[in-house]
């Protein structure tokens, strides 16, 4: 104790301070995490001194944020300073545990030790994620990655996990095939692509885990795709006006919001109806209906339904308007997005012209993920790790079916002293691969009975070929040829 006093008395005031987050830390990087060891023996007889105990130097070790969570955690081992330190306990008195909301939405947080969670409290959190996140750049990245045709994306919000939590499955929202259609299709064609039963009552947690239940590999294509490019072309036909009185008010209303579409729905070409939501409140939709789709869901990879799925803030009579419009809004696009060339905007987002660097592409059957995304958490950290020159190779590893490796790991020696590191190691295959600046410690993990490669100046090559595929060897893979 004495000795941890003298250690606190020693420190700087301002780094003091610092550390504790009394005042801000404007250097950088950032301080790192310190473990103090308070090490003791028993006093022999014949050694002088009071007590039963001699107090050692105190050991500091300091590690970055990342790695302090799994080094530094309780009945984990580590090297350092010659002594393999393990941590037996943590003392929970140097902090008190809070409870703390976090808004789903935007970044609102609330501290409950100091206000009281009440429900108005909820509400306003549920407000903020209209009135104090940006509406606009929200919408602007979902488009950008539904028109890159690379990804979907899915809308959950607050009151969807809500819903979701208490055992429901229907959504409080009115459909849209009853609050934006011009008509209820009863003279459709039969061949017009049909909405399924129900097919915009139920809320977007159970939307989804019904697509994710869904097998992607169809006879055509991505069937939960196909059904939802159905929905929604089914909701774009009960938009296409039905008689002259529908058509002329639905070109008035096409005449308000020619100036601020994006060119692709300004100009779709020929082949294409109006559609436009019958309402134009603060959640509307306006677009063009694709009369391929006419003779049932279009099979050319090319074919496209221009639209943008609006929220227009300003008609929002209040904050309760807007909430229920932007819930409108997200849960909607969810299944018109689906449609190539569907866009989710905002009204002032395109009077700034926001959507004007995107370009729509015809969606194929399902979007597909990059090698990267498709990997699961555990390949994701490691890959943030890695140096960057390794990462491709690490990924074709991942896919080879690779287990996951252990990134920049120390070697000890019987005594416990470290006495070499590497890059990674697999260390149930005893593979180590080295950076061109570890290339002395070869003999060392050599000397334990690893496998060991050592990587080129360029970290990309091993013995004359991609690194990846001597570790695929050394790990009895096989990893395909890269066209």
Same mark, same amino acid.
Request: aromatic share 6%.
């Given at each position: ?10 420190? %700087? ?50 590690? +970055? ?10 009945? /984990? ?10 941590? %037996? ?32 409290? =909820? ?25 890159? *045709? ?8 607050? /009151? %969807? ?10 959504? @409080? ?24 039963? &129900? ?17 992607? %590999?169809?006879?055509?294509? @991505? ?17 296409? !006006?039905? /008689? ?10 096409? *005449? ?9 729905? &300004? ?5 294409? #109806? ?32 221009? *639209? ?31 449609? +190539? *060339? ?17 370009? !729509?592409? +015809? ?31 690490? =990924? ?8 996951? +490796? ?22 149930? #295959? ?54």
């Amino acid at each position: 104790m004495l000795e941890l006093i003298k250690e606190i008395n020693t420190r %700087d005031l301002l780094n003091t301070l610092t550390d504790a987050g009394l005042i801000p830390n404007y250097a950088f990087p950032e301080a790192g995490v310190e473990l103090k060891s308070v090490l003791w023996r028993k006093r022999a007889s014949d050694e002088p001194g009071q007590g039963a105990y001699v107090t050692l130097t105190t050991q500091k070790y300091e590690r +970055p944020a990342q790695s302090a969570l799994s080094e530094f955690a309780p009945e /984990n081992r580590f090297y350092a300073n010659q002594r393999r330190v393990e941590v %037996d306990q943590i003392n929970m008195n140097l902090a008190k545990t809070e409870d703390w909301r976090f808004c789903p939405s935007c970044h609102h947080m609330q501290n409950l030790t100091v206000e009281a969670d009440t429900l108005s409290d =909820v509400l306003k959190m549920a407000l903020q994620a209209v009135t104090s996140c940006s509406c606009n750049d929200d919408a602007l990245k979902r488009s950008a990655l539904v028109a890159s *045709g690379r990804f979907w994306c899915w809308s959950v919000t607050h /009151n %969807d996990v809500m819903d979701a939590l208490a055992g429901k499955v229907d959504t @409080d929202l009115e459909s849209p095939l009853m609050s934006l259609s011009r008509h209820n299709g009863a003279k459709a064609p039969a061949t017009v692509p049909r909405a399924q039963e &129900k097919a915009f009552m139920q809320h977007a947690v159970a939307s989804l885990l019904h697509w994710l239940a869904t097998p992607a %590999d169809g006879p055509a294509g @991505d069937p939960a795709i196909e059904q939802l490019q159905r929905n929604a072309l089914w909701l774009g036909f009960l938009m296409v !006006p039905h /008689n002259e009185q529908e058509k002329s008010t639905c070109e008035h209303q096409l *005449g308000q919001w020619i100036h601020r579409l994006p060119a692709h729905v &300004k100009e779709p070409g020929k082949g294409f #109806a109006h559609s436009l939501s019958k309402v134009s409140g603060v959640c509307q939709q306006v677009g063009w209906w694709p009369l391929v789709a006419a003779k049932g869901l279009p099979q050319d990879a090319n074919w496209m339904a221009p *639209g943008v799925l609006v929220l227009d803030e300003a008609k929002a009579e209040d904050d309760t308007a807007l909430h229920l419009a932007w819930r409108q809004w997200l849960q909607l696009f969810n299944t018109a997005q689906s449609l +190539p *060339g569907m866009w989710l905007v905002t009204a002032s987002g395109l009077d700034q012209h926001d959507y004007d660097g995107l370009t !729509p592409l +015809p969606a194929p059957a399902a979007a597909q993920p990059s090698e990267q995304t498709s990997l699961n958490g555990a390949w994701l950290e490691v890959l943030e790790q890695l140096l960057d020159p390794l990462k491709p190779g690490m =990924v074709r590893l991942a896919h080879a079916g690779a287990a996951v +490796p252990e990134i920049g790991p120390e070697l000890a020696d019987d005594k416990g002293r470290v006495v070499a590191d590497a890059e990674m190691i697999w260390a149930p #295959a005893h593979l180590a691969v080295l950076r061109p600046d570890q290339a002395d410690m070869v003999q060392e993990w050599t000397a334990q009975g690893w496998t060991v490669l050592c990587l080129d100046e360029d970290l990309t090559q091993c013995t004359a070929q991609p690194w990846e595929n001597a570790a695929a060897t050394a790990l009895g893979l096989t990893i395909e040829n890269q066209e």
